[in-house]
């Protein structure tokens, strides 16, 4: 009787541990070979060279093969990566300890000659073969980088820097020994970097393909899980048209796919194959106004504009709930924003009497836009013509028109800047400072110079603050734009994509995603 009983368990364990097995076979698994996810580009990319582009979708595909000494988090939070840890010195000396058993995809070994050499080709003047980096300012007022050991490396600073860290971020290593016997050419032909993927084939203009680096060290510590990708391939995708990018992905012709218009979110999801993700996005966009143009050179007429436009009326047709509105010109949730601001309220009645004040009785304007853009920019034209004013909209191609705009030919334009950094150094001081590089309105105010130049060499980020709320107030007086928006990132995958999420800074880390059957 108890042998019989001892029998009927065992069959019994051996019929749940069948189940569990088929229970377990049925769950999703990686590919024998890890899988290939293909990624949508929304245009072509100019280069491989991590010190040579300035394109937030280059910088997409050049971070997957590309390390650098820091990374952030998806959420905007910055963690070691090649450096294995750092600190301030001084106001302007830091120094970075370089994580031992880095190597790069040809086998060589990283070290702090590498980590010299790629700085000192960003940060010298003419130091990119005699061209200077166009990240060059990322890093602001850095002078130096030295050797002081084989896994440790120093930076020096004309002036204290507030925003070092964030620049560093944007940073990668490349070897130096195998940049000097290739050369320039040879090293965009092939580009070998010391991050999870290596560069196995593609055109700039087309298609990238990248192969998992079996030897990669694991990446941030901070960024679980640690190791090699679980991913065999990487394929960016050049896709231009995002209803092409939807089609794709729908078909699973692609992976994963960024920039999703707002309209099209209820039908992807809707579709049982497919994942919709979001996050709080870090780009700003904004009606500029020529501030050297009459009667833009009105800070009354300014203030007319940013009355006239029902700013939440458009974001809530539009975009409904993934638009956030500016009550001024940083976005709310970055360091130094003035808490005290309130948006313009809509007021067409405030908005004629402003005209009035300034002695515009008629007035005719276009807004040039890019076509991505050209729904708002038709809306608020719109709005414009409902207080009499004769507003068009025009479509361009944004190299034409960001020409246009720089010559100051033109007199009002749809325009975006992103700020990964949250910091008002990557925002006010490139779209508000005289001359400054991203000067599309054409502003300029002494005090706001002043005060702009002031903030970015101090340390004691209390007193930043209260510089920055100084520079809102009088940028919300002054308005030299009409206040904008700014988004959240939409992004959506294939159902099988694991452990994908879309990061603030629009940057796709593949590092840790699988693909499942």
């Known amino acids: 009787m108890k042998r019989q009983a001892l029998f009927n368990v065992g069959v019994l364990l051996l019929v749940l541990l069948f189940i569990l097995s088929a229970c377990g076979s049925q769950k999703t698994t990686v590919d024998n ?54 600190e301030a010195i001084s106001d302007t000396e830091w120094e970075f300890k370089i994580r031992k058993g880095v190597t790069f995809h040809n086998g060589d070994p990283l070290t702090a000659d590498d980590v010299v050499f790629s700085f ?84 700039l203009n087309d298609q990238i393909v990248l192969e998992r680096y079996d030897d990669y060290y694991g990446g941030s510590p901070d960024i679980p899980p640690v190791g090699p990708p679980a991913l065999k391939r990487v394929i960016f995708k050049v896709i231009p048209e995002p209803s092409s990018a939807i089609a794709a992905l729908k078909s699973g012709e692609v992976n994963i796919i960024s ?89 067409p009645e405030k908005a004629k009497q402003l005209l009035k004040e300034a002695g515009v009785t008629k007035l005719q304007v276009v807004i040039d836009t890019e076509p991505k853009r050209q729904n708002v920019a038709l809306a608020m034209a719109a709005m414009l013509q409902e207080i009499g004013i004769d507003a068009q909209v025009r479509n361009w191609e944004w190299g034409v028109l960001e020409s246009e705009i720089k010559k100051g030919t033109r007199q009002m334009y749809m325009t975006e800047w992103g700020d990964s950094w949250l910091d008002p150094v990557g925002f006010l001081n490139p779209k508000f400072r005289t001359n400054d590089r991203a000067n599309w309105s054409h502003y300029s105010n002494e005090r706001v110079d002043e005060l702009l130049t002031r903030a970015e060499r101090i340390i004691d980020s209390k007193i ?51 693909i499942t059957n």
């Open 33 to 86: 070979d890890g899988g290939t996810i293909v990624i949508a580009l929304s245009r072509e990319i100019p280069t491989l060279d991590p010190a040579n582009y300035r394109m937030r979708e280059c910088e997409n595909v050049i971070r997957n093969i590309f390390d650098g000494l820091v990374t952030k988090t998806h959420d905007g939070k910055i963690v070691p990566e090649i450096a294995e840890s750092w």
């Open 120 to 203: 000192e080709r960003i940060i010298i003047e003419g130091g990119m073969e005699g061209q200077t980096s166009p990240r060059k300012g990322l890093m602001g007022p850095t002078s130096g980088v030295y050797k002081v050991d084989d896994y440790t490396v120093r930076f020096t600073m004309d002036e204290p820097n507030p925003t070092f860290l964030h620049g560093v971020v944007h940073q990668q290593i490349i070897p130096k020994a195998y940049f000097e016997e290739v050369g320039p050419e040879g090293f965009l032909k092939q580009p070998i970097g010391a991050g999870p993927f290596k560069f196995v084939s593609g055109t």
């Open 259 to 347: 920039g999703v218009p707002a309209d099209m979110v209820p039908n992807l999801e809707a579709d049982p194959n497919v994942i919709v993700k979001t996050v709080q996005g870090t780009r700003v966009y904004m009606l500029e106004m020529n501030n050297k143009m009459p009667p833009f050179d009105n800070p009354k007429v300014r203030q007319a504009m940013n009355y006239a436009i029902d700013m939440d009326g458009i974001l809530e047709a539009i975009y409904g709930g993934n638009a956030t509105r500016l009550p001024g010109a940083l976005m709310p949730y970055s360091f130094g924003a003035n808490p005290n601001l309130k948006p313009y309220e809509y007021n």
């Open 464 to 514: 930043r603050e209260e510089i920055y709320h100084e520079v809102e107030e009088i940028l919300y007086e002054e308005a030299p734009i009409v206040f904008g928006y700014t988004l959240m990132e939409v992004e959506a995958s294939t159902a099988n994509v694991e452990n994908w999420q879309p990061s603030m800074d629009g940057r796709q880390n593949m590092h840790r995603v699988r």
